[in-house]
């Protein structure tokens, strides 16, 4: 019996260890192991692929729907990690360079045809007499009806010193125009416009932060101080960011040697990194404003937002984009390129402006922005406070009611460059740009110029009064009140001579800039707009007056920080 005992233990012991050894191994499963979930998901994929690429009734292109798959799986994540297939590579590169082989214009679509919007001063489309509002009928032999715009891009771009025929139709000209010539290197520049306004105020737009961006500035502003420039004005309005390091050579300008500009924190330890400027200063007391908008993002961003956390800059404008994410670029098989957010940044104060919560989606799958109970408060130099979760909000904030509804349809119908392209085919000279104006006269030639036109366009009002009638309707209550809507409708219905007049100073602005750029460019149009522009009029006021400047970099300051202004 004890024998049987002792036997029976023996084995029991043995098929327990076996009973667990085997639960042991279902467990590893039953909790995911990550490496099994990834082939066996892989295998299911291969498998799939197979399946609809040999049965599917209407035959699928393999690489649609590689490609379908790669797109499904990245938009998960975040729009800024994404796929480069080998074709696409070097327009990838141009975003980081400003450089690339073409021609050297903006172009635009024109319902079936392509147009030049604006040629690049001083490269090939400008230097061979291509005009803003030629239609592109012909590239290389190929007819471009009904080409996209980057396909059209992709007929024009080439490799430098390469040959290019377009056939082209211009207004006031019969016959189509025919230019040969080569493509170069065009290269956009970091910093498109710099000059001293009055009162010695130094005035920088900088439109990337591609390569050599800090130095560009840096030259731009050793010019303007060689100039007299007491003080300086860094537009980083509608800039979209580019690399991380030239925003640390741009804030380096203004800020010490060896001080902390933004350190980045990422899933994998190589992406924390602390960045710091290496270099000595230009000027590290010279009053600074930067100009922000809503449009200002990622490295606009680290610079505003440096200096603003190191108290060096008053920043001036609207809230910023808010886009606290760091991409990396990733080499991948034939080629091919992946970009992907590796990190987030954080400036000075130790805050990450990101807005929108990619890692917690909605229900609907939507993307949601960080909630205020989430926004932590943190502190500048000074102490003044200052917050996460949204983008930079300027210490002085510009708003504005934005333009009226018959000035966005003039612009969004191209009615004003149209008309801008007509002025110039018809006027071989301009006053320079910072003398022109819309004088009423040319005003007046813009009305009967849209007299006969399809020109629609809908007032707030009128827009508003629609679900009110839509309202009423599923409501029951239409019928009553029908007569009385029906006259309300008929009273803010447009009337385009009255609303012409009503927003006839914001029109004529956009007509300005327009038919400026006809004759003097993009630096043109920059120089036209400087003296009305309400962010430039504050930025010069306060830098003008040092006790204010003052008072808003050290908390104290009592005066108006949000202003109304009612511009386009």
Same mark, same amino acid.
């Given at each position: 019996?004890?024998?049987?005992?002792?036997?029976?233990?023996?084995?029991?012991?043995?098929?327990?260890?076996?009973?667990?050894?085997?639960?042991?191994?279902?467990?590893?499963?039953?909790?995911?192991? #990550?490496?099994? +979930?990834?082939?066996?998901?892989?295998? %299911?994929?291969?498998?799939?692929?197979?399946?609809?690429?040999?049965?599917?009734?209407?035959?699928?292109?393999?690489?649609?729907?590689?490609?379908?798959?790669?797109?499904?799986?990245?938009?998960?994540?975040?729009?800024?990690?994404?796929?480069? #297939?080998?074709?696409?590579?070097?327009?990838?590169?141009?975003?980081?360079?400003?450089?690339?082989?073409?021609?050297?214009?903006?172009?635009?679509?024109?319902?079936?045809?392509?147009?030049?919007?604006?040629?690049?001063?001083?490269?090939?489309?400008?230097?061979?007499?291509?005009?803003?509002?030629?239609?592109?009928?012909?590239?290389?032999?190929?007819?471009?009806?009904?080409?996209?715009?980057?396909?059209?891009?992709?007929?024009?771009?080439?490799?430098?010193?390469?040959?290019?025929?377009?056939?082209?139709?211009?207004?006031?000209?019969?016959?189509?125009?025919?230019k040969t010539f080569k493509r170069?290197?065009?290269?956009?520049?970091?910093?498109?416009?710099?000059?001293?306004?009055?009162?010695?105020?130094?005035?920088?737009?900088?439109?990337?932060?591609? *390569?050599?961006?800090? $130095?560009?500035?840096?030259?731009?502003?050793?010019?303007?101080?060689?100039?007299?420039?007491?003080?300086?004005?860094?537009?980083?309005?509608?800039?979209?960011?580019?690399?991380?390091?030239?925003?640390?050579n741009v804030a380096n300008l203004?800020? #010490?040697?060896?001080?902390?500009?933004?350190?980045?924190?990422?899933?994998?330890?190589?992406?924390?990194?602390?960045?710091?400027?290496?270099?000595?200063?230009?000027?590290?007391?010279?009053?600074?404003?930067?100009?922000?908008?809503?449009?200002?993002?990622?490295?606009?961003?680290?610079?505003?937002?440096?200096?603003?956390?190191?108290?060096?800059?008053?920043?001036?404008?609207? $809230?910023?984009?808010?886009?606290?994410?760091?991409?990396?670029?990733?080499?991948?098989?034939?080629?091919?390129h992946l970009k992907i957010t590796?990190? *987030?940044?954080? %400036?000075?104060?130790?805050?990450?402006?990101?807005?929108?919560?990619?890692?917690?989606?909605?229900?609907?799958?939507?993307?949601?922005?960080?909630?205020?109970?989430?926004?932590?408060?943190?502190?500048?130099?000074?102490?003044?406070?200052?917050?996460?979760?949204?983008?930079?909000?300027?210490?002085?904030?510009?708003?504005?009611?934005?333009?009226?509804?018959?000035?966005?349809?003039?612009?969004?119908?191209?009615?004003? @460059?149209?008309?801008?392209? +007509?002025?110039?085919?018809?006027? #071989?000279?301009?006053? +320079?740009?910072?003398?022109?104006?819309?004088?009423?006269?040319?005003?007046?030639? @813009?009305?009967?110029?849209?007299?006969?036109?399809? @020109?629609?366009?809908?007032?707030?009002?009128?827009?508003?009064?629609?679900?009110?009638?839509?309202?009423?309707?599923?409501?029951?209550?239409?019928? *009553?009140?029908?007569?009385?809507?029906?006259?309300?409708?008929?009273?803010?219905?447009?009337?385009?001579?009255?609303?012409?007049?009503?927003? *006839?100073?914001?029109?004529?602005?956009?007509?300005?800039?327009?038919?400026?750029?006809?004759?003097?460019?993009?630096?043109?149009?920059?120089?036209?707009?400087?003296?009305?522009?309400?962010?430039?009029?504050?930025?010069?006021?306060?830098?003008?007056?040092?006790?204010?400047?003052?008072?808003?970099?050290?908390?104290?300051?009592?005066?108006?920080? %949000?202003?109304?202004?009612?511009?386009?």
């Amino acid at each position: 019996m004890n024998k049987f005992k002792s036997i029976l233990g023996k084995k029991g012991k043995i098929l327990i260890i076996s009973l667990s050894l085997v639960i042991l191994s279902l467990g590893v499963f039953s909790f995911k192991n #990550p490496a099994f +979930e990834i082939t066996r998901n892989l295998d %299911i994929f291969i498998s799939l692929f197979r399946e609809v690429h040999t049965l599917y009734v209407d035959g699928a292109e393999p690489e649609e729907l590689i490609n379908s798959s790669i797109e499904g799986m990245l938009e998960s994540l975040d729009p800024y990690t994404t796929y480069i #297939p080998a074709e696409d590579v070097d327009d990838f590169k141009f975003m980081t360079t400003g450089k690339y082989g073409g021609i050297g214009a903006l172009i635009r679509k024109a319902g079936e045809y392509t147009i030049i919007s604006e040629p690049y001063e001083g490269f090939p489309a400008q230097e061979n007499d291509l005009r803003a509002g030629d239609t592109l009928v012909s590239i290389n032999g190929v007819n471009t009806k009904g080409k996209s715009i980057s396909e059209v891009s992709q007929l024009l771009k080439g490799t430098p010193n390469t040959e290019v025929v377009l056939k082209l139709k211009r207004i006031g000209e019969e016959s189509l125009i025919t230019k040969t010539f080569k493509r170069e290197q065009v290269s956009i520049p970091n910093v498109p416009y710099y000059g001293l306004l009055d009162n010695y105020v130094g005035y920088i737009i900088l439109g990337n932060f591609m *390569k050599n961006a800090g $130095k560009d500035v840096k030259d731009a502003y050793l010019d303007l101080i060689d100039k007299g420039a007491t003080s300086v004005i860094l537009d980083l309005r509608s800039n979209p960011g580019g690399l991380l390091a030239e925003a640390v050579n741009v804030a380096n300008l203004w800020v #010490p040697k060896n001080q902390e500009i933004v350190s980045t924190r990422g899933k994998v330890q190589q992406w924390d990194k602390t960045y710091k400027t290496k270099y000595n200063p230009v000027d590290t007391t010279m009053p600074v404003v930067v100009l922000v908008n809503r449009a200002s993002a990622s490295a606009s961003e680290i610079v505003a937002g440096a200096l603003q956390d190191l108290d060096r800059a008053v920043v001036i404008g609207q $809230k910023t984009f808010g886009k606290g994410l760091v991409q990396t670029t990733r080499p991948l098989s034939y080629d091919a390129h992946l970009k992907i957010t590796t990190a *987030k940044y954080y %400036i000075p104060s130790g805050r990450c402006i990101q807005a929108l919560d990619y890692a917690h989606r909605n229900e609907d799958g939507s993307v949601g922005y960080i909630p205020d109970s989430l926004i932590s408060e943190f502190k500048t130099n000074n102490g003044r406070s200052v917050f996460d979760g949204g983008g930079i909000e300027p210490d002085i904030k510009i708003q504005s009611d934005g333009p009226g509804n018959i000035t966005v349809a003039a612009f969004t119908q191209n009615h004003i @460059f149209n008309f801008a392209t +007509e002025f110039a085919s018809k006027n #071989p000279s301009i006053a +320079e740009a910072n003398l022109f104006e819309i004088s009423d006269e040319i005003y007046s030639d @813009f009305k009967t110029y849209l007299a006969d036109k399809e @020109f629609d366009y809908n007032t707030e009002s009128s827009e508003q009064l629609k679900e009110l009638i839509n309202t009423t309707k599923l409501e029951g209550y239409y019928e *009553k009140i029908e007569n009385e809507l029906n006259a309300l409708e008929e009273h803010l219905h447009g009337d385009l001579e009255k609303d012409l007049n009503t927003f *006839k100073p914001e029109i004529k602005e956009l007509l300005r800039d327009e038919i400026v750029s006809r004759y003097y460019f993009q630096k043109g149009r920059i120089i036209a707009g400087i003296h009305d522009d309400p962010e430039i009029i504050k930025a010069v006021e306060i830098l003008n007056d040092n006790e204010a400047m003052l008072s808003i970099l050290n908390g104290s300051y009592d005066g108006e920080t %949000i202003f109304a202004f009612n511009y386009y």
